[in-house]
């Protein structure tokens, strides 16, 4: 199963550009990479997920090496209200999910 | 559209209690998750259910059983609750049929104290 390694905690300011960084050295071919948010007091919520190379939405971009082995999540221009954590999570069609300890990003003014 | 529910919010209960914790999605997915979540921790897998009719164990099922009553609706029970299930516990879906990789849509939560 693979396991996940994320900082616990970072600190940004408004406007700057977040980079979190997850490692992931056991992960499967089969699996993939996927990122949640989470708030205090709700449940997580879905913000990206790849395979390999880059994935770009309108929240966040996604970057995976050739190797695989880690993934970093961009947050671009953040705002008060991206404080929050941020879960790395990998999972398979076939295996169990397994949630990285999370990364509390704090935003400041 | 609500999503998905969870009931009740919060409950407290005395060691030894019993209860079920509901969970109902109207997105008609196939797949229906339990996770608890302890202070300053991540998400733990208790159970899921691939499709209606089936359940599986996660990371941490002791203490727990389940139930798949139909598409919309999946339910876990704690049969002799202990202090050391007092958390917060998560149901989501996912429209997968079982591949963990589709995006799994999460309800607020059950607030559960056991003293």
């Known amino acids: 199963l693979a396991k996940t390694t994320q900082p616990i905690s970072m600190d940004s300011y408004e406007g700057q550009e977040v980079n979190i960084t997850c490692s992931h050295n056991?992960?499967?071919?089969?699996?993939?990479i996927t990122w949640y948010q989470q708030f205090p007091s709700q449940g997580p919520r879905f913000i990206i997920q790849?395979?390999?190379t880059k994935v770009t939405n309108e929240v966040a971009s996604l970057f995976i090496p050739a190797d695989r082995k880690s993934s970093t999540l961009s947050l671009p221009r953040v705002s008060l209200s991206d404080t929050a954590v941020y879960y790395c999570?990998?999972?398979?069609?076939?295996?169990?999910?397994?949630f990285g300890q999370g990364t509390t990003l704090q935003v400041k003014p | 559209n609500a999503g998905v529910t969870q009931t009740p919010k919060f409950q407290v209960l005395k060691t030894g209690q019993s209860m079920t914790l509901q969970c109902a999605q109207d997105?008609?997915?196939?797949?229906m998750y339990w996770y608890r979540q302890d202070p300053g921790m991540g998400l733990r897998l208790i159970y899921y259910?691939?499709?209606?009719?089936?359940?599986d164990k996660g990371e941490v099922p002791n203490g727990y059983n389940v139930s798949r009553l139909n598409k919309r609706e999946f339910s876990l029970r704690l049969e002799s609750a202990a202090p050391s299930q007092t958390s917060v516990y998560f149901c989501?879906?996912?429209?997968?049929?079982?591949?963990?990789?589709?995006?799994?849509?999460f309800g607020p939560g059950t607030r559960l104290l056991v003293l």
């Open positions: 999570l990998v999972a398979s069609n076939t295996g169990k999910l397994i």
């Open positions: 056991n992960i499967a071919t089969n699996d993939y």
């Open positions: 259910s691939a499709s209606e009719g089936t359940t």
């Open positions: 790849g395979y390999k």
């Open positions: 997105m008609n997915h196939n797949s």
């Open positions: 989501a879906s996912s429209d997968n049929g079982g591949a963990f990789q589709e995006t799994q849509y």
